[in-house]
């Protein structure tokens, strides 16, 4: 099966990729299908974001494709920067400007709870979608620490660990992220969908 990933960040590609390990499964990127449309990201929840960029990339290639909405979800903030993760800092997107602004937000505050949470959301060639969810819960450190991971990997520490995102190995952030629970599911959901070449659910 033919799967378009709908994302041109190499960083999130590189950990869908080695995550999404399935017999038989061709993975493609936006970036592979010239004529793949540009999606706006302007849904009002992570669901919606993620449904619309796998539907419509779905009906405008024929292909099957996986798309999906993360971001970060600060408790003292009312979740906030949530479905504005990418661009909590304006345009251009840059991690360390999001970073920055982040460490100021809560610069007197107690409170450092926070969540990472990803929808993926699979949709057939006609738009037809089904999602699922995974999150990790965790705090904001105070000062960034560590040169791996991308986004606001160094300054989130999940919950029974020492280190930020940005502090681990690859191999252990794939185990506990978000992003590889939601991919765990996807892959418990629709590994049997992945491993044939189907025209529908």
Not at 47 to 61: D, H, I, P, Q, W
Not at 145 to 155: I, K, S, T
């Amino acid at each position: 099966m033919k799967l378009l990933i709908a994302t041109r960040n190499p960083d999130k590609l590189a950990e869908m990729r080695a995550l999404l390990n399935v017999p038989g499964l061709h993975v493609l990127c936006i970036n592979d299908i010239p004529q793949a449309p540009e999606v706006e990201e302007d849904g009002f929840t992570f669901e919606e974001n993620a449904v619309k960029k796998a539907t419509v990339l779905a009906r405008a290639t024929g292909l099957w494709a996986l798309a999906d909405d993360s971001g970060l979800e600060v408790a003292a903030l009312g979740g906030i920067p949530g479905v504005h993760s990418a661009r909590y800092a304006g345009e251009p997107v840059k991690y360390s400007a999001n970073n920055e602004k982040l460490i100021a937000a809560l610069r007197e505050e107690p409170d450092r709870r926070a969540q990472f949470r990803t929808v993926i959301a699979l949709s057939s060639p006609a738009g037809a979608a089904k999602t699922v969810e995974g999150r990790c819960a965790g705090v904001i450190v105070e000062h960034a620490r560590g040169q791996g991971g991308f986004g606001y990997d160094p300054l989130f520490q999940p919950e029974g660990y020492s280190q930020t995102f940005a502090e681990m190995s690859s191999e252990l952030k794939n185990k506990i992220s978000h992003r590889a629970h939601a991919l765990a599911r996807a892959k418990e959901n629709w590994s049997a969908l992945f491993s044939s070449d189907p025209v529908e659910w």
